[in-house]
């Protein structure tokens, strides 16, 4: 089976830096993604990684290890407009085609 | 142009009607998919269309029928729906499913309401 895991909630106060963090255990393991996801909203892409390293967009990085089956997703500089759920996805090669499975997701709270 | 639009927002349905919903996207992306998104829940995916042609089922009932009519629009069609059945549906395109980064771009959803 495809297992993804993230912390369920995480809060942080407004300026500061916050890591969530993403495990997996998959097969056909073909890149990962991170969507940031408002209430009520459509996912939105952050960011993607398919090699080892960390990935800079502005105030956001993420980071991936393939060995370990771990990620993490760096936002700096924390909005009060950061507060939304952020979804990890891991893309599989299946049956010849790419697919999404999406972790359980973080909710953020940032607070003044 | 990176927007996916979907009709109609919201649906309110019984478990006999026939009821479609819509999807578009003009950025001339190959790869069309559904989602089901209940509350605090991730996407599911449902279904995967790869150049107009079903790609990928994730045995989804066959009260859910997609259609891809051509490589800008994909429609879902429901009959029979069952009150579980009530989620967000959220449709996504990507340049390919075969490779590359090819980010998936999320419409805004249909709520559907099932009574």
């Known amino acids: 089976g495809q297992n993804i895991d993230q912390p369920t909630e995480m809060t942080a106060t407004e300026g500061a830096i916050v890591q969530i963090n993403c495990t997996y255990q998959t097969s056909g393991f073909n890149g990962l993604f991170w969507y940031q996801q408002h209430a009520g909203e459509a996912p939105t892409f952050l960011s993607y990684n398919v090699l080892d390293g960390l990935e800079e967009k502005g105030r956001f990085s993420s980071f991936l290890s393939r060995s370990k089956g771990y990620s993490y997703l760096l936002l700096k500089e924390l909005q009060m407009k950061d507060s939304a759920s952020y979804l990890c996805a891991v893309r599989l090669f299946s049956g010849g085609y790419n697919k999404l499975i999406f972790g359980a997701g973080t909710r953020l709270a940032v607070h003044p | 142009d990176t927007e996916v639009t979907q009709t109609p927002k919201h649906l309110v349905m019984g478990m006999t009607n026939k009821k479609s919903l819509k999807c578009e996207q003009h950025m001339g992306h190959r790869a069309m998919y559904w989602y089901k998104q209940k509350a605090k829940k991730p996407p599911e995916l449902m279904f995967v269309?790869?150049?107009?042609?079903?790609?990928i089922n994730e045995s989804v009932p066959s009260r859910f029928s997609p259609e891809c009519p051509n490589s800008s629009l994909l429609n879902l069609h429901l009959h029979a729906l069952q009150p579980e059945d009530s989620a967000l549906y959220l449709c996504?395109?990507?340049?390919?499913?075969?490779?590359?980064?090819?980010?998936?771009?999320f419409g805004p959803g249909t709520r559907l309401t099932v009574t």
């Open positions: 996504a395109s990507s340049q390919d499913a075969l490779a590359g980064q090819s980010e998936q771009y």
């Open positions: 269309y790869s150049y107009e042609k079903l790609s």
